[in-house]
Structure formats: structure tokens, C-alpha cells
């Protein structure tokens, strides 16, 4: 399971585990979130994927389905949000990867620090680089698909709300097939019909507010369902990943 790793990603393993096990919850978490980001950062490839497919399938869809500014003005809510949950999906399978593969999950499971809370880092990570720059692309993307005007912002919050739902819902599928040689197609099985109620609420809320309809519904609904993932998917995860690392 080992690899050969650079003397900076050792440094960075090293610095995140003595943290959890000689100091305070609070120091080990700040640690473990800025290995993260720099991790995230370091890998600038797997950074630029789900944006370039983002990119890629939003300029390449209205020459498959036509250029027709009503057709697509109507699409563009649900194609946006759908388009997100897969540039989403696509990332998922490598949040534990390679952690699995150079041993710093087996130190992470051994630390006296409550997994869960080691775990939101990862999550918090993965929302901030991937979700985030989703939400800053949606004006460019909408601006692309004839996005009426009045759902620029609605599509925003909604993908800022529930991208984050997103990440939280989908690490639990990743955590589940973290010791799969394959486990992406596993991954998208368990994941998607998880993530149906958020495209549904969230692509609802663009849909109405364009039509000049109340939107606070939808939005409180998408908020409930991240406030319930941020509670239940990092103990999720945790045991998810006790199983996938001791059965592999």
C-alpha cells in the first residue's frame, strides 16, 4: 500500500500526526485542514478537472441540443446544477485515495483525536476547492446557456448551499470504496441516488425564481438537508473508513 512519496508530503504527514497525538483537537484540526489545502493546491491537475469538464460539457452541450436562445434559456437551470453534481462526482473518488495508499489514513484511524472531526477537514477541502470555484463559474456558465437574469444569484446561493451538501454526501461513498481498486463506478451508484433531492430542490429554486416565484422554501429545504449531512456524514465517513481500511 505504500508509495513513494516527496519529502514534502512527508513532512506534511509527519506535522498532521504528531499534532493528533501529542496535542489538542483544536491545533490537530488547523493542522490537518492546512495539509489539506496545501495537498489540494500541490495537485494542481486533479484541482483543474472538474473545472475544465465543467467548462468542457457547458460548450459543447448547445451544439448537440442547438444554439436556440429559448431552448436553452429554459434548460439552463437544470443543465447547470447537473453538470455541477457530476464535476462534483468526478473528484470524489481520489478525497481518501491517497491517503489510503501512503498510509496517512492508517495514522489518521490511530490517533487519539476523534476521526470525525479529522475528516471534516478532507470534506472541508474538497468543498472549498472544488464546489467554491463551481459557484464563482456560474456567472460565465450562465451568461454561456442565456441564464435569465433573475437567476444568477439564485443559482449561486443555491450551488454555494448545496455543493456543500454535495461533498458531505458523497464522502461517504468514497469512504466506502477507499480500499476498491475500481471503486468509481461503486462510488457513483451509492452516491447518486443520495444526491437526487439536493438536484431536485436546487435546480427547483433557479426554476422558480426565474418565473418570479418565492424561493425561500427551496433554499431552507437545501440548508436543512447540509445542516443534516454536516452532522451525520463525518461519523458516517469514520466508520465507513474503519471498514474499508481493516477489510482490505
Given at each position: 500500500?505504500?508509495?513513494?512519496?516527496?519529502?514534502?508530503?512527508?513532512?506534511?504527514r509527519?506535522?498532521?500526526?504528531d499534532?493528533?497525538?501529542?496535542?489538542?483537537?483544536?491545533?490537530?484540526?488547523?493542522?490537518?485542514?492546512?495539509?489539506?489545502?496545501?495537498?489540494?493546491f500541490?495537485?494542481?491537475?486533479?484541482?483543474?478537472?472538474?473545472l475544465?469538464?465543467?467548462?468542457?460539457?457547458?460548450?459543447f452541450?448547445?451544439?448537440?441540443i442547438?444554439?436556440?436562445?429559448?431552448?436553452l434559456?429554459?434548460?439552463a437551470?437544470?443543465?447547470?446544477?447537473?453538470i455541477?453534481l457530476?464535476?462534483?462526482l468526478?473528484?470524489?473518488?481520489?478525497?481518501?485515495?491517497?491517503?489510503f495508499?501512503?498510509?496517512?489514513?492508517?495514522?489518521?484511524?490511530?490517533s487519539?483525536?476523534?476521526?470525525?472531526?479529522?475528516?471534516?477537514?478532507?470534506?472541508?477541502?474538497?468543498?472549498?476547492v472544488t464546489?467554491?470555484?463551481?459557484?464563482?463559474?456560474?456567472?460565465?456558465?450562465?451568461?454561456?446557456?442565456?441564464?435569465?437574469?433573475?437567476?444568477?444569484?439564485?443559482?449561486?446561493?443555491?450551488?454555494?448551499?448545496?455543493?456543500?451538501s454535495?461533498?458531505l454526501i458523497?464522502?461517504?461513498?468514497?469512504?466506502l470504496?477507499?480500499?476498491?481498486?475500481?471503486?468509481?463506478?461503486?462510488?457513483?451508484?451509492?452516491?447518486?441516488?443520495?444526491?437526487?433531492?439536493?438536484?431536485?430542490?436546487?435546480?427547483?429554486?433557479?426554476?422558480?425564481?426565474?418565473?418570479?416565484?418565492?424561493?425561500?422554501?427551496?433554499?431552507?429545504?437545501?440548508?436543512?438537508?447540509?445542516?443534516?449531512?454536516?452532522?451525520?456524514a463525518?461519523?458516517?465517513?469514520a466508520?465507513?473508513?474503519?471498514?474499508g481500511?481493516?477489510?482490505?
Amino acid at each position: 500500500m505504500s508509495v513513494e512519496q516527496a519529502p514534502e508530503t512527508l513532512n506534511l504527514r509527519s506535522e498532521v500526526a504528531d499534532a493528533a497525538a501529542h496535542d489538542g483537537l483544536w491545533h490537530a484540526w488547523k493542522t490537518a485542514f492546512r495539509r489539506e489545502l496545501i495537498m489540494a493546491f500541490r495537485h494542481k491537475g486533479e484541482l483543474a478537472n472538474p473545472l475544465i469538464f465543467f467548462l468542457m460539457v457547458v460548450v459543447f452541450l448547445p451544439l448537440g441540443i442547438g444554439t436556440e436562445k429559448a431552448v436553452l434559456s429554459q434548460l439552463a437551470p437544470g443543465m447547470i446544477w447537473v453538470i455541477a453534481l457530476l464535476a462534483t462526482l468526478l473528484s470524489l473518488d481520489g478525497l481518501f485515495r491517497s491517503d489510503f495508499d501512503d498510509g496517512s489514513l492508517e495514522q489518521l484511524l490511530l490517533s487519539p483525536q476523534p476521526l470525525a472531526a479529522l475528516v471534516l477537514t478532507k470534506i472541508l477541502a474538497h468543498w472549498l476547492v472544488t464546489g467554491i470555484p463551481l459557484v464563482l463559474l456560474t456567472p460565465l456558465l450562465g451568461l454561456m446557456l442565456y441564464l435569465p437574469v433573475e437567476g444568477y444569484f439564485p443559482m449561486m446561493l443555491s450551488l454555494l448551499i448545496g455543493t456543500g451538501s454535495l461533498s458531505l454526501i458523497g464522502s461517504i461513498g468514497a469512504a466506502l470504496t477507499v480500499g476498491l481498486r475500481k471503486g468509481g463506478l461503486i462510488l457513483s451508484l451509492v452516491v447518486m441516488p443520495l444526491y437526487i433531492p439536493v438536484l431536485i430542490f436546487g435546480a427547483s429554486a433557479v426554476n422558480e425564481a426565474v418565473q418570479g416565484f418565492a424561493i425561500g422554501g427551496q433554499l431552507a429545504i437545501l440548508g436543512a438537508m447540509m445542516l443534516m449531512a454536516l452532522i451525520t456524514a463525518p461519523f458516517a465517513v469514520a466508520g465507513a473508513l474503519r471498514i474499508g481500511v481493516s477489510g482490505s
